[in-house]
């Protein structure tokens, strides 16, 4: 549990950076045009700067999601054959009821 959140501190340590970079650009007093292109410079240079912490990232996300994907598919298909099951039980013991009356 402590890789999560660490994962989670470090995606929004970076998300409050970016968030930073941008509100300061925007609410400078310059010009719009001027304003862009730094805040594409700072885009840009954040990305080269963390790139490999960006994908890293990445990588976690994805097998995080891949990861509940498969927990979740196991726990349909449990829930599944619960339910099936639960009815081939049920048409059993309709089978045998109806059979004790049947002569």
């Known amino acids: 549990m402590s890789k999560n959140k660490s994962f989670m501190f470090g995606m929004g340590l970076l998300a409050g950076v970016v968030g930073g970079i941008v509100a300061g650009v925007l609410f400078a007093p310059k010009?719009?045009?001027?304003?862009?292109r730094e805040l594409k410079e700072a885009a840009?240079?954040?990305?080269?700067?963390?790139?490999?912490?960006?994908?890293?990232?990445?990588?976690?996300?994805?097998?995080?999601?891949?990861?509940?994907?498969?927990?979740?598919?196991?726990?349909?298909?449990?829930?599944?054959?619960?339910v099936k099951s639960k009815k081939l039980l049920k048409a059993k013991e309709?089978?045998?009821?109806?059979?004790?009356?049947?002569y």
């Open 44 to 82: 840009c240079e954040l990305y080269e700067k963390h790139s490999p912490a960006i994908n890293e990232a990445k990588r976690q996300a994805m097998e995080n999601v891949d990861l509940m994907k498969y927990k979740l598919e196991r726990q349909f298909r449990k829930f599944n054959n619960m």
């Open 94 to 102: 309709l089978e045998e009821g109806s059979s004790e009356f049947d």
């Open 31 to 36: 010009s719009g045009e001027e304003s862009r």
